[in-house]
């Protein structure tokens, strides 16, 4: 076996420094975590205050996600340009911009001008993302790239579970009976509640921009470790050296993985609340459905902390998590009531491994293509953009919200392919695929 070298601190200091950094960049995880799974309140809530279709209520999801694939490889040019922190603080102040375009959006209840302020924010995130991820997976051993991202991941559970609470008593308050409402009066008297309803939003997105500008400016003044392109993930093996990021196919299967399962990720949460009236719930009680996904997703998280790669590598538990996660929607497809609601938020357990284990997979032994390999990884977030739309179009056709979820289950299969064959790396050898 070649010498592989892991970069890792080799003194107090330097340690110290890294547990500063990992609690920093947790904390811009809740970030994350809370702003998207804001998402799944605002799919129904625009729906009714802008009367939209299903499918197109799910243009939120396609409007913040694609963002990732529009900026993911320009941010890597940034942050070659500014280093991890001072693009991570440029990410946070272009998100806070698209925060405050809510206001004029909600005050004429403008559905592009939302979906323009979700782009915006989408590509603060993608900067974000492209700097944090291969951040978080380069400090330690690629061995237990999985247990880092698991905690980061808590980080990010735990705000979208409050953001479903808080956001959802806020916009969603007495929802039913709103409905029910509106049916009764007149186009004008609609028109007045409608823009009642929009209002709503702006309170809130007004404090998420003072806090998101704010978080900017604490982070340009605070000291972090800088990642060099040498401090990589592994070190590159003179005798296999690549000349372009395109040389390493595995990485390039992981970002089509990283596709997948975010977009199996988004529709488990953010079209929970649609399943849920579907099988006959109230959306006042819908609503909060999503945390259920959360609550699954925190307790996988919780058990890769301790379990990888202590009791099972990462690869290993990919290609569990894949098959359980394939068996869950079966029976969310076929089955009624509280069990239905049951599988589905399980699909957070089963999910929670997969973001986790593709990415130290896919970028292990890239070398100095790591900052542009976690750009393209990060693009392809924009699964998450194109399966929910997808999703809502086959339910449509259809006829029946459970059986359009059938789109989940090729998704999975080829997570599956990646984690049984497509994470091989060509000529060299590694304990994480062990």
């Known amino acids: ?43 129904p809530y625009l729906k009714i205050a802008c009367q939209l ?14 963002a990732y694939f529009v900026m993911s490889v320009p941010s890597s040019f940034v942050l070659k340009a500014t280093g991890f922190k001072k693009g991570m603080s440029l990410g946070l102040l272009i998100m806070a911009l698209g925060a405050l375009l809510f206001i004029p959006a909600a005050k004429d209840r403008n559905y592009a001008l939302f979906l ?29 790239a999985a247990s880092r991202i698991s905690i980061m991941g808590i980080c990010n559970k735990v705000a979208g579970i409050l953001a479903v609470y808080v956001l959802g008593s806020i916009t969603l308050n007495n929802v039913d009976a709103l409905k029910a409402k509106l049916l009764t009066l007149s186009p004008a008297e609609k028109n007045i509640e409608l823009n009642a309803l929009a209002s709503k939003v702006i309170g809130p997105y007004t404090i998420i921009a003072i806090v998101l500008a704010a978080l900017a400016i604490i982070l340009y003044f605070i000291h972090l470790p800088e990642i060099k392109d040498e401090e990589n993930v592994v070190e590159e093996i003179a005798e296999i050296k690549q000349k372009t ?12 993985a990283i596709f997948f399962y975010v977009g199996v990720e988004v529709i ?8 849920g009236e579907a099988l006959g719930y109230s959306l006042d009680t819908a609503k909060h459905f999503a945390t259920y996904t959360g609550y699954g997703l925190l307790a996988g998280y919780v058990f890769s902390i301790f379990a990888i790669p202590a009791i099972i590598d990462q690869r290993k538990a990919l290609i569990i998590a894949t098959l359980l996660s394939m068996l869950m929607v079966l029976l969310s497809m076929f089955t009624k009531g509280i069990p239905a609601v049951v599988c589905f938020a399980l699909l957070g357990f089963t999910n929670s491994v997969m973001w986790p284990a593709i990415w130290p997979l896919a970028l292990t032994g890239v070398g100095k293509f790591t900052k542009l390999g976690g750009a393209l990884l990060v693009m392809c ?16 056709q259809m006829g029946s919200k459970q059986l359009g979820y059938v789109i989940m289950i090729p998704c999975y299969l080829y997570i599956l392919y990646f984690a049984v064959k497509g994470y091989k790396l060509k000529n060299i050898s590694t304990s994480t695929g062990k």
């Open 245 to 256: 990021i395109w040389s390493y196919p595995h990485m390039l299967l992981g970002a089509l």
């Open 268 to 275: 488990s949460y953010d079209t929970f609340a649609g399943f």
């Open 53 to 66: 279709s299903d499918t197109q209520s799910y243009y939120v999801a396609s409007a913040f996600f694609a």
């Open 381 to 396: 977030i924009v699964g998450g953009a194109v399966l929910p739309p997808l999703y809502a179009k086959l339910a449509e």
């Open 116 to 144: 323009t302020g979700l782009f915006i924010i989408g590509t603060g995130l993608a900067l974000l993302q492209t700097a944090s991820n291969p951040y978080v997976t380069v400090l330690g051993p690629i061995e237990s």
């Open 1 to 43: 076996m070649p010498d592989i070298r892991i970069f890792m601190g080799d003194n107090n200091t330097k340690n110290k420094s890294y547990g500063f950094a990992l609690f920093l960049i947790g904390c811009l995880f809740f970030i994350f975590g809370f702003i998207t799974w804001s998402n799944s309140q605002l799919i």
